[in-house]
């Protein structure tokens, strides 16, 4: 009897024993996960760099070599409209120049719309880079680009005439828009020869 009930007792103190090397071993495997999982997770990231912020306006070569400022950019004041006999905002500049003027992209880019439209007449849309679009209305006609096509800054795309009927009054002029990410802003900014120093 004495011997079968020191037995139980010895195997619980084995088992005592036991246990604290298998929760020194657990603690010790949990040491060396948490150290081997914070070294893992705190590797330094390649983290791409943030796109270069543009402070700076594009600047655009002019798009007719040789021209007047009629009517400049008003977005948020009204112009008094000659031909429409009323104030409005004018959401880009017109450049005075005789019907004919060979009329040039700004930028290189691609060539979104060429269309006629009774309003604005024939008009050029071309996107460049940077989510910058530039915009020819009252050209004539006879139009030398495509839609789709690919544009090189200084390529003649049209010629300025007299077909923006909403402008008709005024005398020949390219109405010129540039809208930087989907707003109108003022080309006189971008404009190589206009912009204020
Ligand atoms: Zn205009």
Known sequence: MKKTS??????????KKKIFYVIVAAS???????VTLSLTLTKPRVVPPDPPVTVEPVTMRNPINEFEVQKGFANDKLLWCTTLKLWETHLGI?????NG???FAVLDGTVDSVTNSALDG????????????TVYKS???DTLVIAGQTVKRGDAIGFVSDTMITEVKQAPHLHF???VSGTYVDPAAHLVDLIEK
Do not use: C, W, Y
């Not at 020191?6 to 088992?15: D, E, G, L, Q, V």
């Not at 010790?28 to 948490?34: D, K, R, S």
């Not at 017109?94 to 005789?98: H, I, M, N, Q």
């Not at 050029?124 to 910058?132: D, G, L, M, Q, Y």
């Open 6 to 15: 020191r037995n139980p007792a010895k195997a619980a103190n084995f088992f």
């Open 28 to 34: 010790m495997l949990v040491i060396a996960t948490t």
């Open 94 to 98: 017109d450049l005075a120049a005789p």
């Open 101 to 103: 003027t060979q009329v």
């Open 122 to 133: 024939v008009v050029i849309v071309i996107s460049h880079a940077e989510n910058v679009k």
């Open 139 to 141: 050209l004539g006609e």
């Open 177 to 179: 828009e540039v809208i």
